[in-house]
T-cell receptor, first 112, second 117 residues
Framework: KNEVEQSPQNLTAQEGEFITINCSYSVGISALHWLQQHPGGGIVSLFMLSSGKKKHGRLIATINIQEKHSSLHITASHPRDSAVYICAVRYNYGGSQGNLIFGKGTKLSVKP | GAVVSQHPSWVICKSGTSVKIECRSLDFQATTMFWYRQFPKQSLMLMATSNEGSKATYEQGVEKDKFLINHASLTLSTLTVTSAHPEDSSFYIC?????????????FGPGTRLTVL
């Protein structure tokens, strides 16, 4: 069974704190996405990675293929970072258009 | 960067009516688009894969006669919820990959919130 597990489900932080959100998956994947969903529902793709580490501004995403685990880090968190962060993976179906399987998301609230 | 739009952003309709939702890739061509549904406090679930010029591929449990998908051009896919019922009330999101390979980036539309009375 293909599953994507995220932790924690909910996270409250004070402005300026370093935040880590974790994602684990069960079998081999071709790509992993980190997405941000704001209260209005719109989704923004933050990262897509298949190995190593990526950084964009205050956001850092890492993936460990052997351990089937990825983390999203936010440095110097800010109230505007408050959103639901979703991990999604594309499993190795063998085709070129494998669909994404989504985690349930981590709801982050950053307090000023 | 690549942009995907959806129209309408929200719609309220009476039970039994049909609702059409459009998904457009604004500055790139997408031979494939994906339609997702998200119920409150649930994760996104893939409903179907829309393929330009051919039939859509539906996920298990999704009724193809109820959720009609038409991918008429390289920049437009439409999802029609036919004979909508209150249980169809949900947030519908489309996405389109830029690239075409296994490691392509997905661009998501802003979503359409459907409420069926």
């Amino acid at each position: 069974k293909n599953e994507v597990e995220q932790s924690p489900q909910n996270l409250t932080a004070q402005e300026g704190e370093f935040i880590t959100i974790n994602c684990s998956y069960s079998v081999g994947i071709s790509a992993l996405h980190w997405l941000q969903q704001h209260p209005g529902g719109g989704i923004v793709s933050l990262f897509m990675l298949s190995s190593g580490k990526k950084k964009h501004g205050r956001l850092i995403a890492t993936i460990n293929i052997q351990e089937k685990h990825s983390s999203l880090h936010i440095t110097a968190s800010h109230p505007r970072d408050s959103a639901v962060y979703i991990c999604a993976v594309r499993y190795n179906y063998g085709g070129s258009q494998g669909n994404l399987i989504f985690g349930k998301g981590t709801k982050l609230s950053v307090k000023p | 960067g690549a942009v995907v739009s959806q129209h309408p952003s929200w719609v309220i309709c009476k039970s039994g009516t049909s609702v059409k939702i459009e998904c457009r890739s604004l500055d790139f061509q997408a031979t494939t688009m994906f339609w997702y549904r998200q119920f409150p406090k649930q994760s996104l679930m893939l409903m179907a894969t829309s393929n330009e010029g051919s039939k859509a591929t539906y996920e298990q449990g999704v009724e193809k006669d109820k959720f009609l998908i038409n991918h008429a051009s390289l920049t437009l896919s439409t999802l029609t919820v036919t004979s909508a019922h209150p249980e169809d009330s949900s947030f519908y999101i489309c996405s389109a990959p830029l690239g075409g390979g296994n490691t392509d980036t997905q661009y998501f539309g802003p979503g359409t919130r459907l409420t069926v009375l």
